[in-house]
Structures are given as C-alpha cells and as structure tokens.
C-alpha cells in the first residue's frame, strides 16, 4: 500500500529550506494548543525526541495543563507549563529561539498569551497542523485537511526529512497516541487509508498499541468514573425532533466530582453515540468560561456550526466553540438554534435510516 499521492498529502513550502534550517544544532521551542489533548502533545513530544536526536535544544511549552493520563509519554517531565512558575522562563526560551514549532492549531489564538509571545519572536514560525481555515502567521506550513491527525503529519515530516531510522519506540508510541485519539479509536471518518499505513509503521517502529490505549482509556480515576455516570444519568439531554444531545456540565458539578482536566474528554462522544442522533454537544463551564465539545455525523458540519454561533471552529465533524454569556443562558440559546437546523438534521438522520 502507497501514501496518498504527496501532491494532495502534503502543502509545504520549499522543504529544501527546511532541511537547510534544522542542518545545523538551533534552539527550538515546541507549542501545542491550549488544553493539549494526546494529538496536540504526543506530536509535540514526538517531534521533541526527533529534534533532539538531530542534536538541537528542544523546549516544549503549553499554554495551559492537560489531562494526567497523558503524563506517560517519554519527555513529558520536561515539558513547562506557561500559566505556572515559569512563565519568565517561558516568555525568555520564546524570545531567544531559533525556531517555533506550532503544532496542532493555525491560529495564535488558540495558545492565548503565548500568541502574543510568539508573533514577536524573531523566531522562524514553523506551522504543522491538520485544522480548516490557518492564518497565516508561519514562515513554512506543513498543512493538511485530509490528515486524521497533526501526529499523522510529524510522522510524515520525519519520513519527509530522510530520518524514518530516528524514529524509536517512545516517539512512535507518542505519534501513534495522537492518531488513535484524534481518529475515535479508528472509528471517526477521517480513518482512510493512510491512516492505517502510518499506524502499520509506527508498530514496525516499535509502538506498543495495546499499551498505549490502556494509558490513555484504563486509567480512570474512581471520582472521574462517579462524574461520568453522574454526567450521562443527570446531565444528559437526547433532543429526537432534531437528532440532537447535550450534556451540560456547570462548575458545580465538576467541583462535586474533584473534577480535573481531562475528566470531561471523550464525554460528547457518549450523546453523539446515541441511536439516531446526528449532532452531540458538551457544553462545560470551567475556571469562568464556557466552552462546547462537538461532534457530528455524516454532512452536518460542526465547523461552521462552531464558527456561526458559538466563536469556534475545527473540523467538519469535530469542532469547539466558547460562549460569552452565562452557562444557563448559553444552554438555553443553544435549544433554540438547533430549531433552527431541524430540516437539514432531519435530512442526514433519514441517509443513516
């Protein structure tokens, strides 16, 4: 089995120069978005192991914490956290890179105060990531809308580079960890064929499959597993006039549950699972703000869903939002927009008939 032609894979400009810029030992900053799931932090410690064996000083920096069952991931000790102690250590390894690597988002935005950081450094931007609609703020994109996740490209990039032999266990098990979460465990629709002859290389690299998704899905907390019955038994909400479940989750409950980043991951998933739904939601409120989780199904597109209602965006069938008005509020807006989509939702439940 082939790659999918490079010409419809990969959009990078003048990849010589790339090769040109990473020759020689740089200083090199690595930043995952906000709130970095398995993806968004296993290709940015991926990449880490790579740059390091190409004999660079690599530093990784998030803009916010991430969920502890992803603390398995080789290099996640030395990773910093910019909303913590280090911020002035952060703030200084930004200014004086070589070289920033943006994985996993294509807006500065997505990375809060850090964007500001980063559109001052005199650093080469460097953008790999796999989301609809990128600014443009980087010096070489490494762009596709095709791939099933941003670690499916850093595999790509390496390969790319003529270092596929660098590749060791820790890094595949870290890029192998971004594929399978960003895929649903290989059920989402982005799962074509390329993903799969990715996935075959990584455990020919030495990635440990079972391993890895038991670090990440058997490694549940006792309060997480009390909040997720809590969660589908009180919180969740099945909408059948418009194909549609919610599960609204207020700053109460997560207190209630000693709830801690991460613990709602993977939660929308359980109201889009529903039978004959076409649209789940999560809606969350944390440390004051509100966000939405969403999932689809088939041509209903959370994408622009996101973007026309709720200040977010992501992909056709996976998207985030925010809301600047309060939980109950957003909650009860919400119902009324999806009024709004009855018709079109109605339509794409009937394909699935």
Same mark, same amino acid.
């Given at each position: 089995?082939?790659?999918?032609?490079?010409?419809?894979?990969?959009?990078?400009?003048?990849?010589?120069?790339?090769?040109?810029?990473?020759?020689?030992?740089?200083?090199?900053?690595?930043?995952? /978005? #906000?709130?970095?799931?398995?993806?968004?932090? *296993?290709?940015?410690?991926?990449?880490? *192991?790579?740059?390091?064996?190409?004999?660079?000083?690599?530093?990784?920096?998030?803009?916010?914490?991430?969920?502890?069952?992803?603390?398995?991931?080789?290099?996640?000790?030395?990773?910093?956290?910019?909303?913590?102690? /280090?911020?002035?250590?952060?703030?200084?390894?930004?200014?004086?890179?070589?070289?920033?690597?943006?994985?996993?988002?294509?807006?500065?935005?997505?990375?809060?105060?850090?964007?500001?950081?980063?559109?001052?450094?005199?650093?080469?931007?460097?953008?790999?990531?796999? /989301?609809?609609?990128?600014?443009?703020?980087?010096?070489?994109?490494?762009?596709?809308?095709? $791939?099933?996740?941003? $670690?499916?490209?850093?595999?790509?990039?390496?390969?790319?580079?003529?270092?596929?032999?660098?590749?060791?266990?820790?890094?595949?098990?870290?890029?192998?960890? *971004?594929?399978?979460?960003?895929?649903?465990?290989?059920?989402?629709?982005?799962?074509?064929?390329?993903?799969?002859?990715?996935? $075959?290389?990584?455990?020919?690299?030495?990635?440990?499959?079972?391993?890895?998704?038991?670090?990440?899905?058997?490694?549940?907390?006792?309060?997480?597993?009390?909040?997720? *019955?809590?969660?589908?038994?009180?919180?969740? #909400?099945?909408?059948?006039?418009? /194909?549609?479940?919610?599960?609204?989750?207020? $700053?109460?409950?997560?207190?209630?549950?000693?709830?801690?980043?991460?613990?709602?991951?993977?939660?929308?998933?359980?109201?889009?699972?529903?039978?004959?739904?076409?649209?789940?939601?999560?809606?969350?409120?944390?440390?004051?703000e509100i966000k939405l989780s969403m999932r689809s199904k088939g041509d209903f597109s959370v994408n622009e869903f996101a973007r026309k209602h709720f200040n977010g965006g992501g992909h056709k069938n996976a998207a985030g939002g925010s809301s600047d008005v309060s939980f109950e509020?957003?909650?009860?807006?919400?119902?009324?927009?999806?009024k709004t989509y009855k018709e079109e939702l109605n339509q794409i439940a009937d394909a699935y008939k």
């Amino acid at each position: 089995i082939n790659l999918i032609p490079e010409r419809e894979r990969i959009k990078m400009l003048n990849f010589k120069e790339v090769k040109a810029e990473l020759n020689t030992p740089k200083k090199i900053v690595i930043i995952p /978005h #906000k709130t970095p799931d398995a993806d968004a932090l *296993g290709s940015s410690l991926g990449l880490r *192991g790579y740059l390091i064996k190409k004999g660079h000083h690599v530093q990784v920096i998030s803009p916010t914490d991430y969920p502890k069952f992803l603390n398995w991931m080789e290099g996640n000790e030395t990773v910093r956290i910019y909303n913590s102690d /280090h911020n002035k250590e952060c703030s200084r390894k930004i200014e004086n890179a070589d070289i920033v690597f943006c994985l996993d988002f294509n807006n500065l935005a997505r990375i809060d105060e850090l964007g500001l950081l980063v559109e001052k450094s005199a650093a080469k931007k460097f953008l790999i990531d796999h /989301h609809l609609d990128p600014t443009c703020f980087a010096d070489f994109s490494l762009i596709s809308t095709d $791939a099933s996740a941003t $670690a499916e490209l850093i595999y790509e990039f390496i390969v790319k580079m003529g270092d596929r032999e660098l590749i060791d266990k820790p890094i595949a098990e870290c890029l192998y960890a *971004g594929i399978m979460t960003d895929t649903g465990q290989f059920k989402h629709n982005n799962t074509h064929q390329n993903v799969h002859y990715v996935t $075959a290389n990584l455990m020919e690299l030495g990635a440990d499959t079972p391993r890895v998704a038991s670090l990440i899905y058997d490694t549940n907390s006792y309060d997480r597993l009390k909040f997720l *019955g809590f969660a589908l038994s009180q919180r969740l #909400k099945y909408l059948p006039e418009y /194909h549609t479940a919610y599960i609204a989750i207020n $700053a109460d409950d997560l207190e209630k549950f000693n709830s801690k980043t991460g613990d709602t991951e993977g939660l929308v998933n359980y109201a889009l699972s529903l039978d004959g739904v076409v649209l789940g939601v999560l809606i969350s409120e944390r440390g004051g703000e509100i966000k939405l989780s969403m999932r689809s199904k088939g041509d209903f597109s959370v994408n622009e869903f996101a973007r026309k209602h709720f200040n977010g965006g992501g992909h056709k069938n996976a998207a985030g939002g925010s809301s600047d008005v309060s939980f109950e509020e957003t909650v009860s807006s919400f119902e009324e927009i999806i009024k709004t989509y009855k018709e079109e939702l109605n339509q794409i439940a009937d394909a699935y008939k």
